[in-house]
Nanobody
Framework: QVQLVESGGGLVQAGGSLRLSCAAS????????MGWFRQAPGKEREFVAF????????LYASSVKGRFTISRDNAENTLYLQMNSLEPKDTAVYYC????????????????WGQGTQVTVSS
């Protein structure tokens, strides 16, 4: 089992940047591939980015590819999401999650979730 706590959200103007962090505790962090998801008001939670336990092979939703970067520091038990060129459509609660098996972009493939951090992008 792993516990996850996100931080780093906030209010930013369009075109700006934010870096989200996800601090993990519990079972060996490096044994989990990790993902970021987001949920906008009135919408379903959607996949944003994925990274393997070793930090290789990052994968992204087409809507964020080229603007967002997922990374991790296994020595610090921390997952990151660097978000650049933010747009109002990126406004959502962002969640980190531990992948336990299955398709990397499916919510059902993740069993441990953080509480989320709000990102608001103003136009």
């Amino acid at each position: 089992q792993v516990q996850l706590v996100e931080s780093g959200g906030g209010l930013v103007q369009a075109g700006g940047s934010l870096r989200l962090s996800c601090a993990a505790s519990g079972r060996a962090f490096s044994s989990y591939a990790m993902g970021w998801f987001r949920q906008a008001p009135g919408k379903e939670r959607e996949f944003v980015a994925f990274i393997t336990g070793s930090g290789s092979n990052p994968l992204y939703a087409s809507s964020v590819k080229g603007r967002f970067t997922i990374s991790r520091d296994n020595a610090e038990n921390t997952l990151y999401l660097q978000m650049n060129s933010l747009e109002p459509k990126d406004t959502a609660v962002y969640y980190c999650a531990a992948h336990v098996g299955g398709i990397y972009y499916a919510r059902g493939a993740y069993n441990y979730w953080g509480q989320g951090t709000q990102v608001t992008v103003s136009s």
